[in-house]
């Protein structure tokens, strides 16, 4: 017999869930919620079908394909039914398991992104910084999210993580050397370095 709690989703059950009884679906975030923290595995379906297309887009930020995204959502979820005791309420269930996942990938990479800028992947060879187009003009032209977000994915490991901490997340250069383990300094030349190979990868792919 499992060991494992029967109101725990288990990991082989995501991706391939039933429909949710037709009586949850018109229920508030608050009942939902609740079901889910009495066990109702129903509740836990319906929680995952209603965030699975956003978070792992979000876990795509930090993963090195889309592979290892889902398998970064997939632990995030199973860490949100785990603690699901803990959610108070105090923001939307979006935005509390929006945090999980983030907080979850940038966990399974923070080894990685270390060793990372540690061999110098962060010195990867820029074109000539006059040749490179300036970021803030790149914002503005008609390049849609979806082909920056792609991009950031031939980024090496430590200018994609900075890049997303940063610009995406909303982390200060504190909160990102906390979490990885290195200094400000480094966060800040990650971001900086990142920007210009990503404005330079954009413009040679889409504005020529």
């Known amino acids: ?31 939902l919620v609740a079901a889910c923290k009495a066990g109702k595995r129903v509740a836990q379906k319906r929680i995952y079908e209603l965030f699975a297309g956003k978070m792992v887009n979000i876990c795509r930020r930090y993963a090195k394909d889309i592979e290892q995204a889902r398998d970064f959502m997939h632990d995030g979820f199973i860490k949100v039914f785990l603690n699901m005791d803990k959610f108070r309420e105090e923001s939307s269930l979006e935005t509390w398991i929006t945090r999980i996942m983030i907080n979850n990938s940038i966990s399974a990479i923070k080894k990685e992104v270390r060793r990372g800028i540690k061999v110098n992947l962060d010195d990867a060879k820029l074109k000539d910084e006059a040749e490179t187009l ?28 900075v890049l997303s901490m940063y610009i995406l997340d909303g982390f200060t250069h504190k909160e990102i050397a906390d979490h990885l383990g290195i200094k400000e300094g480094t966060s800040k030349s990650q971001l900086a370095k990142g920007k210009r190979m990503l404005a330079q990868m954009l413009r040679e792919a889409y504005l020529k």
């Open 1 to 31: 017999m499992s060991s494992k709690p029967e109101h725990i989703i288990r990991v082989e059950d995501l991706g391939a869930f039933v429909q949710p009884r037709e009586v949850l679906l018109g229920n508030s975030e608050q009942e």
């Open 134 to 161: 300036d970021y803030d003009v790149l914002e503005r032209s008609p390049i849609s999210a979806a082909q920056v977000i792609d991009m950031m994915q031939e980024l090496p490991i430590g200018y994609r993580t």
